[in-house]
């Protein structure tokens, strides 16, 4: 397993990132320790969570996927210096108005709820879950300084921000000497890529921010599981994956991957991750298992890399225009 520099830190994280999404949801807990458990042995040391996740299903008020994450650090007993670990802030954790968001008051609150959740004294990665144009970007970086002075927070990052708002918070940093945004978590993959590639890897570039992808596998779209022409297998997400890839555009991309999987002994899945890992602008794309022959399918990808020529043929398919 390769590690990598987290974004100009000094901070070295696994080439996988695992992704808790799934915990608590499509993985009850046991299922997930063991997910836990071997994604550590295979080598994986970096962990991404939110605390919103799972609140979007039913009798989840939130908070669960870490919790999960605490009691396998508390039952494995893995020092805590062997683990990066990163969570969010941002979404809705309770009934009143000051319940998401990030403002100071929000931020505080929320920063020690996921502390004792995991059942850590610090969080390595702390990350704006998405933008909150209600909150002027001065309070939300100047209270996220705070934590960072306070011991709570190493480094701080952000997910779903356009580019200028990603460059509005960088520049802000500047002008007011905060710690500034070191990470940008954005939705990429081979059939999600002008989100990204139009204005925000320039960006990430420029000022050297790691660049951890979520939804590599475009919700489970990039696997050998999906078929053009054959029936989507049942699951949670199912009918969301036919509702946004099931088209020409898409079903021609999984093609070309399949057809270079098949030359390669490699699954689907494990080539749209080596397109990524092949891009030394990726530090490290999140995958989400909800299985351990899931996990251990994702885990085929690690030291795969693609050649230019191999590059080429899938940069080809899944070139976009505006």
């Keep these: 397993m390769e590690h990598k520099s987290l974004g100009r830190t000094g901070l070295k994280v696994s ?46 008020q939130g908070g669960v996927a ?7 650090i508390k039952q494995s007993h893995i020092p805590r210096e062997q683990l990066v670990l990163a969570t969010k802030v941002r979404g809705k954790m309770g009934p009143g108005p000051n319940d998401e968001g990030l403002s100071r008051a929000h931020i505080m609150r929320a920063v020690d709820a996921s502390l004792h959740r995991l059942g850590i004294d610090y969080i390595d990665l702390y990350q704006t879950h998405s933008y909150d144009e209600k909150t002027p970007i001065e309070e939300t970086l100047s209270a ?53 590639e139009r204005e925000l890897a320039e960006v990430c570039r420029a000022y050297g921010l790691g660049v951890i992808p979520y939804s590599p596998l475009a919700a489970g779209f990039l696997t050998n599981k999906y078929r053009h022409g054959e029936a989507e297998p049942e699951s949670a997400r199912s009918k969301g994956v036919k509702r946004r890839y099931f088209n020409e ?36 794309p999140i995958i989400g298992p909800r299985s351990l022959e899931q996990l251990e399918d994702n885990l085929g990808a690690v030291g795969f890399r693609l050649t230019a020529e191999e590059m080429k043929i899938l940069d080809d398919a899944s070139s976009w225009q505006d």
């Design 144 to 196: 996220l300084d705070d934590l960072v002075h306070q011991g709570k927070v190493r480094y701080i990052g952000c997910s779903n921000y356009p580019a200028w708002r990603l460059t509005e918070a960088i520049w802000n940093s500047r002008l007011n000497l905060t710690s500034r945004f070191e990470t940008l978590q954005p939705h990429y993959n081979l059939v999600h890529r002008a989100e990204f």
């Design 249 to 284: 555009v898409s079903w021609k991309i999984h093609a070309a991957i399949e057809s270079l999987a098949s030359q390669k002994g490699k699954s689907v899945s494990q080539v749209a991750l080596a397109w990524l890992l092949s891009n030394p602008l990726i530090t490290s």
């Design 66 to 72: 870490e919790t999960i994450i605490g009691n396998w």
């Design 15 to 60: 080439e996988l990132c695992l992704g808790t999404m799934q915990f608590g949801w499509t993985a009850d807990e046991p299922l997930s320790l063991k997910v836990l458990s071997a994604a550590f042995e295979a080598g994986i040391n970096f962990i991404d969570t939110a605390d919103v996740y799972s609140r979007w299903v039913e009798g989840n």
